[in-house]
């Protein structure tokens, strides 16, 4: 069963570079067909992608973010990760990550449990 | 960007009713359109992938339909576990991904 886990530091300061990873179980990160993804949830609002990584390394940003995001996966331990730079307080948030299933169409499924990154000093 | 409206932002109903949730994009995107269901503290799940393909494991009593710029979820009968808030998202322009702003049910 495919299973995704978020992992890292619950608070950052600000300018700080946020950096999570989200380890995956059930399947290789690297199978053609499946793709990785970060969405964030800050307090009190909804669902923002931020971007989303293909098994070639490929990523696609939001462009919002695009200056400020770094998608990567390592293989060799089956996780991918997400970098966000010169972090504010409007960066706090839940963040969730998600496998990418295309087939013709496409659709996150399944998600981690998310984790909350606050951001203050 | 493709912009996604959802209405209402929140709705109160009862166990037993039908419940429906309209999603409109800022310009037609086919029936590239997916629903989630989020409760606080877990993960979103989705319910409904392509406009009207109910994912496995997901109750019948959940359905989704429409194309090009207007969508729909129903809920035929609710149940107290239903009482959550539900996103759309549209995987039509896969460079960027966008949400729904969400919709909250509530037990009224």
């Known amino acids: 069963q495919l299973q995704l886990q978020e992992s890292g530091p619950g608070l950052v300061k600000p300018s700080e570079t946020l950096s999570l990873t989200c380890t995956v179980s059930g399947v290789s990160i690297s199978t053609l067909g499946h793709y990785w993804g970060w969405i964030r949830q800050p307090p009190g609002k909804g669902l923002e992608w931020i971007g989303t990584v293909y098994h070639s390394g490929t990523t696609y940003y939001n462009p919002s973010l695009k200056s400020r995001v770094t998608l990567s996966l390592d293989t060799s331990k089956n996780h991918f990760s997400l970098r966000l730079s010169s972090v504010t307080a409007a960066d706090t948030a839940v963040y969730y990550c998600?496998?990418?299933?295309?087939?013709?169409?496409?659709?996150?499924?399944?998600w981690g449990q998310g984790t909350l990154v606050t951001v203050s000093s | 960007d493709i912009q996604m409206t959802q209405s209402p932002s929140s709705l109160s109903a009862s166990v037993g009713d039908r419940v429906t949730i309209t999603c409109r994009a800022s310009q037609s995107i086919s029936t590239y359109l997916n629903w989630y269901q989020h409760k606080p503290g877990k993960a979103p799940k989705l319910l409904i992938y392509a406009a009207s393909s109910l994912q496995s494991g997901v109750p019948s009593r959940f359905s989704g339909s429409g194309s090009g710029t207007d969508f729909t979820l129903t809920i035929s009968s609710l149940q107290l576990e239903d009482f959550a808030t539900y996103y759309c998202q549209q995987s039509y322009r896969t460079s960027l991904y966008t949400f729904g702003q969400g919709t909250k049910l509530e037990i009224k």
């Open positions: 998600a496998r990418l299933f295309w087939s013709g169409f496409n659709w996150f499924d399944p």
